[in-house]
Nanobody, 114 residues
Framework: QVQVVESGGGLVQAGGSLRLSCAAS???????MYWYRQALGKQRELVAS???????HYADSVKGRFTISRDNAKNTVYLQMNSLKPEDTAVYHC?????????WGQGTQVTVSS
């Protein structure tokens, strides 16, 4: 399974936008890709997913605000986050999965100020 590395996090004001990137060390063509987040003191939750075929799913809390996409040629998955809210503050992790094997990135911090 390939290594994945997240980037793009930072500090933004409520209502702002960020785009997170998940760069893989190898091909993600056959991989399902996921974005999770974990806020301090809370359980990790699945935010968005995109299958190898491009099918997407979103948590209700982010639906209509976040968009997951993939660029297989660049071996990269993105999470476009718009209309950010303070409750979106968390460490965001990318996960790749293929044939039951998963790899996690180190995560990138997103902080949304009110």
């Amino acid at each position: 399974q390939v290594q994945v590395v997240e980037s793009g996090g930072g500090l933004v004001q409520a209502g702002g936008s960020l785009r997170l990137s998940c760069a893989a060390s190898g091909s993600i063509f056959s991989s399902n890709m996921y974005w999770y987040r974990q806020a301090l003191g809370k359980q990790r939750e699945l935010v968005a997913s995109i299958s190898s075929g491009g099918i997407t799913h979103y948590a209700d809390s982010v639906k209509g605000r976040f968009t997951i996409s993939r660029d297989n040629a660049k071996n990269t998955v993105y999470l476009q986050m718009n209309s950010l809210k303070p409750e979106d503050t968390a460490v965001y992790h990318c996960k790749s999965e293929r044939w039951g094997n998963s790899r996690w990135g180190q995560g990138t911090q997103v902080t949304v100020s009110s």
